[in-house]
Antibody, heavy 122, light 113 residues
Framework: QVQLQESGPGLVKPSETLSLTCTVS????????WSWIRQPAGKGLEWIGR???????NYNPSLKSRVTMSVDTSKNQFSLKLSSVTAADTAVYYC????????????????WGQGTLVTVSS | QSVLTQPPSVSGAPGQRVTISCTGS?????????VHWYQQLPGTAPKLLIY???NRPSGVPDRFSGSKSGTSASLAITGLQAEDEADYYCQSYDSSLSGSLWVFGGGTKLTVL
């Protein structure tokens, strides 16, 4: 079955850019929307944005000015860049497939990666 | 402050039934958008529990059920078991003049007494 794995630096300095990659295995990245979702310690989930395999993107309006997503279908990967980070961006970052199922037409975020902790600190 | 409101915590004894509410508004649940539920066991990633308001993915026990009415949704767990102790999140879609995005509830911690 499809599995996702996040990778990237676990420590980023304030004002710098956070960069993460999600590698999809067990299936093709093509023809689906892929999302990034984050969770600060002890808090709830926040959707950051999504990208289609064509490169089309949608971002959370509250983060839109700082977020860039990209996709590399040849590597079955998609990526997140979050600029001008502060301590408030410290969180576990998850990648997930979030799309309408082609058979039942219903949406869900499934599957999810295991998550990667990114700490913003000098 | 989450767009979808959940109680911070619920509890129940083994074998009992508990429900977790998820209250939205006219720009999300009340607008007809589906509600989905995720279970997050300690130290793990969220896992899809209910999708499309009331559908269970393969492998999810029928002890878990979901429903939706008006601007709210509920997750019910019957025959409570120790392994059900986890955080539960509802999720929907919100569309307003401020923009459109997928939104989550603040999460509910289920304690099995």
């Amino acid at each position: 079955q499809v599995q996702l794995q996040e990778s990237g630096p676990g420590l980023v300095k304030p004002s710098e850019t956070l960069s993460l990659t999600c590698t999809v295995s067990g299936g093709s990245i093509s023809s689906y929307y892929w999302s990034w979702i984050r969770q600060p310690a002890g808090k709830g989930l926040e959707w950051i944005g999504r990208i289609y395999t064509s490169g089309s993107t949608n971002y959370n309006p509250s983060l839109k000015s700082r977020v860039t997503m990209s996709v590399d279908t040849s590597k079955n990967q998609f990526s997140l860049k979050l600029s001008s980070v502060t301590a408030a961006d410290t969180a576990v970052y998850y990648c997930a497939r979030g799309d309408f199922d082609p058979i039942d037409g219903l949406f869900r975020f499934d599957p999810w990666g295991q998550g990667t902790l990114v700490t913003v600190s000098s | 402050q989450s767009v979808l409101t959940q109680p911070p915590s619920v509890s129940g004894a083994p074998g009992q039934r508990v429900t977790i509410s998820c209250t939205g508004s006219s720009s999300n649940i009340g607008a007809g958008y589906d509600v989905h539920w995720y279970q997050q066991l300690p130290g793990t990633a969220p896992k899809l529990l209910i999708y499309g308001n009331s559908n269970r993915p393969s492998g999810v026990p029928d002890r878990f059920s979901g429903s939706k009415s008006g601007t709210s949704a509920s997750l019910a767990i019957t025959g409570l078991q120790a392994e059900d102790e986890a955080d539960y999140y509802c999720q929907s879609y919100d569309s307003s003049l401020s923009g459109s995005l997928w939104v989550f509830g603040g999460g509910t911690k289920l304690t099995v007494l």
